[in-house]
Every structure is written in structure tokens, then in C-alpha cells.
């Protein structure tokens, strides 16, 4: 717990607006001149000095405003605010990543890929956009413990939860997706020595993997983060199993599940292969060539509906790179906000004894020591 700085407020500001025709009575009474003698010389007056009662005749007057003012401030109902930070134990985090060949997706424009290029840039694939987001969110973390699980065709524990984020840091960095080339036709080995197959993507498998390195975990809060382009392919389990039951546990024993759609299939485009040389394939200005899928990618956006649905998340429809940093920042701002407790303490009381012991003062003052006659 860390405390915050502390604070000072008004409960009623509106009443401070009472200052103005306080202020606005000092000025008229300024205003009044005490009555004149006219007389042709001062000479006769020269050696009579003021006495106390004549130098502190302002007195009274200062009084009077000031506890006018202290009135006024009471009225508003000054408050003293302290602030604690509440920082908690932190949560348990599994991040379930898709590496499935359809990550290589571009999601923009022919045009906009083309001024990229134009200034010397290549555009962020699907999982580079993800990659790149999920390090800037571990690298905002503090407290919570966060975990990988990466799939493809099949999928399997990449990093437990930790609160080491350099070495989770550098276990992302190095993941390599798969181009889809292989060393020989129908091969199962990729030939730019992918992480994982990414012949499929196996939901249900991700979720199995990440839930039970969560259930494990000892702290109150847990959470699964499921980023995927796609729908289940493959895989040995279905992707509702592990959200339903979830959803059979009391409420304090559930994991929530947070699930990102990224990529819409509108502008999709995938690197272009050279079928000769089978690599990237480049213009005549070496830049890389983008071209649309033969077939467009199957998503279901509806399912990651229910999963988020059943387990009490949220599911984001990330359409392209901006839309998914948009809401990941949304993902942290609304569940990983640092709770704040507000203590008031109320200070009216001394600020109202204050004003009225002036006020007292002022009338007692004038009805003996500064007593004007007639009295006024």
C-alpha cells in the first residue's frame, strides 16, 4: 500500500462565492469617510500624538471581515482528503497466443502499404502487431504474473507464470512463425525453423494448457488473455469445454477470459512466395510483394463471444493493428486500474468557532475599548 499526497477541498464551493459580497462590503465601508472639521491651521494640533485606541481603530473593521470570511469558508465545508494506493498482491496472467499461419496476414490497403514502403518501412504481420503490443503491456506490469501459451496446430506451454518479465520478454522475441514453407513438398518441417506448426489453430487446447497453469495459482484474481485470427482447427480438445466449466464454478473460483479477433479478412493479404526460389518475393526496389490469400480465412467471432461471455470477460473485435493496441489499452484501463481509498476529514468546525470568536471579539471591541460615540 502506498500512500498518495493528501489533499484539501470543499464539499459546497458554490457558497464561496459568499467572498465576492464580503469583499464587496469591505469596499463600501471603506468608502464611508469618518466626519471632518475644517480648520485653518494644523499648528495648534502639532503636538498631539494619536493614542492606541486612534492607531488600531482599523482594527474592529479587519475583524469583522475576517470573520465574515471564516464564515463563508465554513459554509463550504472545507475537507482535509487522504489518499491510499492500493496496489494488491497483483494477478495471475496467461497469455494465449496464435501462431497459425494466417498470423502472417497484412491487414491494410494496397494503398497504405505502398506509402509505408514509399518511406522505407514493411508493414507488421498479425502476430508482429500482437507480439509488439503484448511486450509494451508485460513491460506496464509490476506485480502481476504473467504466462505464454502458443498454438498452432497443436499447443503447449511457452513460459509459466512469472514475475521475470526480461526472460518473458526474450522468450517472445524468440518465437518464429510459420511462413508456411517447408524443406520438402509435404514436409512437416518448416524451413525458417517456426516455434510451432502453424497448419491449425487449436483453440480448445490453448485454453486447456493456459486454464490449468492458472488453476495452480495461488492468487485471488486470475485471467486468461486468447489473441486468434481464427476458428478451432484441429486440435484434440473443443474450445467451449474449459469456458463452460469455468462457468459451473462459484464466482470467486472463476477465471476470466479476455478474447481479441484480430484481423477483419476485408484487407487482408499475405507475403507473396517465389515458387522457384521459394522465398519471400521482392519488386525490383527489393521491396516484399503483397498479394490476397487464395482463399479467405475462416474466423468466428462468435465464439470468442461465448468464451468471454461465459467466464465473465470481454471480447474485442481488433479488425487491424490500430484497433487491437486501441483495445488492449482499453483491456488495461479497465481491469488493471489502480484502486484508490479516499478518507475525508471534515474541517467546517474549526473553521466556523474561528470566525464567530472574531465576530465576538469585533462587538466586544466596539463596546469598550474602540466605543465611538454616538454608537454605531
Not at 100 to 106: K, P, V
Request: aromatic content about 8%; overall charge positive; glycine content about 10%.
Amino acid at each position: 500500500m502506498m500512500p498518495a499526497a493528501a489533499g484539501f477541498t470543499f464539499e459546497h464551493p458554490w457558497f464561496l462565492l459568499g467572498l465576492v459580497a464580503v469583499g464587496l462590503a469591505a469596499w463600501l465601508r471603506l468608502r464611508n469617510q469618518p466626519a471632518t472639521l475644517w480648520v485653518g491651521s494644523l499648528r495648534t494640533f502639532a503636538d498631539v500624538k494619536p493614542s492606541w485606541r486612534v492607531r488600531t481603530a482599523w482594527l474592529p473593521d479587519a475583524l469583522r471581515v475576517s470573520g465574515l470570511v471564516l464564515l463563508v469558508v465554513a459554509l463550504a465545508r472545507p475537507q482535509q482528503v487522504d489518499q491510499e494506493v492500493l496496489s494488491g498482491e497483483g494477478l495471475d496472467i496467461m497469455v494465449a497466443l496464435d501462431m497459425s499461419g494466417s498470423m502472417n496476414a497484412i491487414d491494410m490497403s494496397a494503398d497504405d502499404i505502398g506509402k509505408l514502403q514509399a518511406a522505407g518501412k514493411e508493414p507488421d504481420h498479425r502476430f508482429e502487431a500482437a507480439r509488439r503490443i503484448l511486450k509494451d503491456f508485460i513491460r506496464g506490469r509490476k506485480t502481476d504474473r504473467i504466462g505464454l501459451v502458443v498454438f498452432g496446430s497443436e499447443a503447449f506451454l511457452r513460459f509459466p507464470p512469472t514475475l521475470d518479465y526480461v526472460r518473458l520478454l526474450n522468450a517472445l522475441d524468440g518465437l518464429v512463425l510459420d511462413d508456411g514453407r517447408r524443406s520438402a513438398p509435404g514436409g512437416d518441417h518448416c524451413q525458417n525453423g517456426c516455434t510451432i506448426d502453424g497448419g491449425g489453430t487449436a483453440i480448445g487446447d490453448a485454453l486447456n494448457r493456459a486454464y490449468l497453469r492458472l488453476d495452480k495459482a495461488k492468487s485471488k484474481s486470475r485471467m486468461l488473455i486468447l489473441i486468434t485470427d481464427g476458428k478451432q482447427e484441429g486440435g484434440a480438445m473443443e474450445p467451449l469445454v474449459v469456458p463452460k466449466y469455468v462457468a459451473s464454478l462459484p464466482p470467486k473460483e472463476r477465471v476470466r477470459m479476455f478474447t481479441f479477433q484480430v484481423g477483419s479478412g476485408k484487407e487482408t493479404r499475405l507475403p507473396a512466395v517465389d515458387p522457384l526460389r521459394g522465398r519471400a518475393l521482392v519488386d525490383r526496389f527489393g521491396r516484399k510483394v503483397y498479394q490476397r490469400p487464395d482463399r479467405p480465412f475462416p474466423t468466428d467471432p462468435e465464439l470468442l463471444r461465448q468464451i468471454a461471455s461465459l467466464t465473465g470477460g470481454r471480447f474485442y473485435d481488433s479488425y487491424d493493428a490500430t484497433k487491437f493496441a486501441e483495445d488492449f489499452k482499453d483491456l488495461e484501463k479497465t481491469t488493471f486500474s489502480v484502486k484508490v481509498h479516499t478518507n475525508r476529514r471534515e474541517l467546517f468546525a474549526g473553521w466556523l468557532l474561528a470566525g464567530l470568536a472574531l465576530l465576538v471579539a469585533e462587538a466586544v471591541g466596539r463596546r469598550t475599548a474602540w466605543r465611538v460615540f454616538p454608537h454605531a
